[in-house]
């Protein structure tokens, strides 16, 4: 059976081909292990592999983690759907995160920021795929809120975020990280200093590194198929 540190070895490789692949450096791939459902211990096994960022989802499940995991060294970023009454243990208690979508949601992070930690890295939700099923602004708006998140000095915004519609064949996966990478570039152009493209996940993180993912966000590949919540 694959060890979680034999898993983590077939992702960085995969990191790197994909990199080479298209000229880019591996080293400006961040790799992100979602550890959502899975235990403290299986987050502990990976740190011991070198892995150190982490993202979760839900919110008590991260806390009891973060609390076990403590004396570690860790990187925690917040990855899922935000409920406005979440948002202070969020501040709180991560240094990322990755699915902000609404000004109001920014509003209540920056307040609940502590003011010894250093800004929260937040990345804006882009629903490219248009799907009503799916959190995330539309591409039109993104900007809008870029601005209302450059406003707020506890928050730190590093770019752009997607989870796109499943897509079997990687010309359609390209397309949909296309358009989060032009949206982005449009967000620079305008004069937002960001660095961060979080997109690509287990099954499509190549397309993803040839179309400028900066960080990819791996769950299933490193800790093996979640049982359901
Ligand atoms: C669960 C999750 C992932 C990881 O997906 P895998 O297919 O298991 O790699 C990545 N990003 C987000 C936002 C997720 O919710």
Known sequence: MATIGDNLQAVRDRITAAA???GREP???QLLAVSKTFGSDAVAAAHACGQRAFGENYVQEALDKIATLRAL???WHFIGPIQSNKTRPIAENFAWVHSVDRAKIAERLAAARPRELPPLNVC???????ESS???VAPADAGKLAQ???ELPALKLRGLMTIPPPAGDMATQRRFFASLRMLANDLTGAGFAIDTLSMGMSPDLEAAIAEGATI???GTAIFGERHKR
């Open 216 to 218: 990819v966000r791996v």
């Open 124 to 130: 804006i939700e882009v629903n490219v795929g248009d």
């Open 148 to 150: 209302s998140i450059a």
């Open 27 to 29: 080293s400006h791939v």
């Open 73 to 75: 060294d860790l990187e």
């Open 20 to 22: 080479r692949a298209c």
């Open 134 to 136: 799916k959190s995330g």
